[in-house]
């Protein structure tokens, strides 16, 4: 069974940075687009950044120039470092590993809770 396990959120001051991991089980991430999402109360879930299986990325506007998501395919781990956070950060962020046959069969994290105070 594949499983996404996301960590490194936590409370931060307005300007801080936290870097996310995501460790992928039960599979391989190598050919997979794989995606950082975040969720804020009573708003809909957003990309934030992701990057394919060569290395090409992309961001949300919002986060441009603060945040850099990154992989390592040897230890199945997508990272992604956020400098400089702002209160509008704060949100449930979420892994995703994007499946190269369907988008049903997308596999989600449970999320890990950014909070970034002013």
């Not at 594949?2 to 599979?27: D, H, I, W």
């Not at 990057?51 to 961001?59: A, V």
Request: aromatic content about 8%; proline content about 2%.
């Amino acid at each position: 069974q594949v499983q996404l396990v996301e960590s490194g959120g936590g409370l931060v001051q307005s300007g801080g940075s936290l870097r996310l991991s995501c460790t992928v089980f039960g599979t391989y991430i190598n050919g997979n687009t794989m995606g950082w999402y975040r969720q804020a109360p009573g708003s809909q879930r957003e990309l934030v950044a992701h990057i394919t299986s060569g290395g090409i990325t992309n961001y949300a506007d919002s986060v441009k120039g603060r945040f850099t998501i990154s992989r390592d395919n040897a230890k199945n781990t997508v990272y992604l470092q956020m400098n400089s956070l702002k209160p509008e950060d704060t949100a449930v962020y979420y892994c995703k590993r994007r499946s190269t046959i369907s988008t049903s069969q997308d596999v989600w994290g449970q999320g890990t809770q950014v909070t970034v105070s002013s």
